[in-house]
């Protein structure tokens, strides 16, 4: 599976919208993006995901690249119940299904 | 429509001591995944199971470490003679049968917090 990178951290203003970036430069044709957040301790909470068009959930909005090298979620007005680790993870299709998990980003929600 | 349980929550043993971890899926999903988390780190893929057969155990330490799904009840996750290393949160995942999972993502347990003592 590809590689992704993340910033380690980011503060965002309550209200305001946050924008995650990653880049998955290797990615291949048939890698979807991932996007999962951790809130302190809890279980890793699925958020969205994607192949190559824009996506837009309950939770969020996911806006990928035309050459799929990076991706940006998007929380368009962030609570404080939204600090968490995001985790951005590139998987195929098929028989194999570990998702891997990088280090991700520590979005901090201020008031 | 209940999610991912895993019990117990919090689980202490000695060292030498055997731990148990068990993982019952969502209702209709019959693919099972357990990650670690070491503290203050990432988690870590160690298993991959459908009822009755290990899809995936490369993420599994060779030794101590074994895990189960069998035809009826939750998945287990069996740590032999417990050591201090082992101290962690186990965390257990679910999915649906099919190619059709790549539209889902994975649902998550709340974990069992595991303290070596």
């Known amino acids: 599976d590809a590689k992704t990178t993340q910033p380690p951290s980011m503060d965002c203003a309550e209200g305001r919208a946050a924008n995650l970036p990653c880049n998955h430069s290797t990615i291949s044709g048939n890698e979807y993006v991932y996007w999962y957040r951790q809130i302190h301790s809890q279980g890793p909470q699925y958020i969205i995901h994607g192949l190559k068009n824009n996506e837009t959930n309950e939770m969020a909005s996911l806006i990928i690249t035309e050459d799929r090298k990076s991706s940006t979620l998007i929380l368009p007005h962030a609570t404080l119940r939204d600090t968490a680790v995001y985790y951005c993870i590139v998987a195929k299709s098929g028989s194999a299904r570990q998702l891997t998990f990088g280090s991700g980003t520590q979005l901090t929600v201020l008031p | 429509n209940a999610g991912v349980m895993q019990n117990p929550r919090h689980l202490v043993r000695r060292r030498g001591q055997e731990a148990r971890l068990r993982c019952s899926p969502m209702k209709g999903h019959s693919h099972v995944y357990w990650y670690r988390q070491l503290p203050e780190e990432g988690l870590k893929f160690m298993v991959y199971?459908?009822?009755?057969?290990?899809?995936?155990e490369s993420g599994m330490p060779k030794e101590r470490f074994s895990a189960e799904f069998p035809k009826e009840g939750p998945s287990i996750l069996r740590i032999q003679q417990v050591v201090r290393g082992d101290s962690a949160a186990y965390f257990c995942?679910?999915?649906?049968?099919?190619?059709?999972?790549?539209?889902?993502?994975?649902?998550f347990g709340s974990g069992t917090r595991l303290t070596v003592v």
């Open positions: 199971l459908q009822k009755e057969n290990i899809i995936d």
């Open positions: 995942a679910s999915s649906p049968p099919g190619p059709g999972w790549v539209n889902y993502g994975y649902t």
